[in-house]
């Protein structure tokens, strides 16, 4: 069975920065895309960035130029370094993998469990 397990979430000032990781489990062999998705109270989950195996990013444009996202094949594993950090950035992060490939088995999509980020002074 394929997990994904965040860490990295807290609390944190406006103007600060954390970093977010994924790491994915389960005798997996390959993994198309991962990423991050947000939700904040009341609010619909949304993209925060995503990466492919070949490295091709995407970003919401709320948070161009403030957050990164970085990938490690050998290992599975996502990252997210995010500055600059703003309150409206507050919301449970959730990390995401498409299209994985884990022993002889096919998994359309992926979730974590998520992690909290609070942007408070």
């Known amino acids: 069975q394929v997990q994904l397990v965040e860490s990295g979430g807290g609390l944190v000032q406006p103007g600060g920065s954390l970093r977010l990781s994924c790491a994915a489990s389960?005798?997996?062999?390959?993994?198309?895309?991962m990423g991050w998705y947000r939700q904040a109270p009341g609010k619909q989950r949304e993209l925060v960035a995503d990466?492919?195996?070949?490295?091709?990013?995407n970003y919401a444009d709320s948070v161009k130029g403030r957050f990164t996202i970085s990938r490690d094949n050998a290992k599975g594993t996502v990252y997210l370094q995010m500055n600059s950090l703003k309150p409206e950035d507050t919301a449970v992060y959730y990390c995401?993998?498409?299209?994985?490939?884990?022993?002889?088995?096919?998994?359309?999509?992926?979730w974590g469990q998520g992690t909290l980020v609070t942007v408070s002074p």
């Open positions: 990466i492919t195996s070949g490295g091709i990013t």
């Open positions: 995401n993998a498409e299209r994985v490939v884990a022993a002889g088995t096919g998994y359309p999509e992926v």
């Open positions: 389960g005798s997996i062999v390959s993994v198309y895309a």
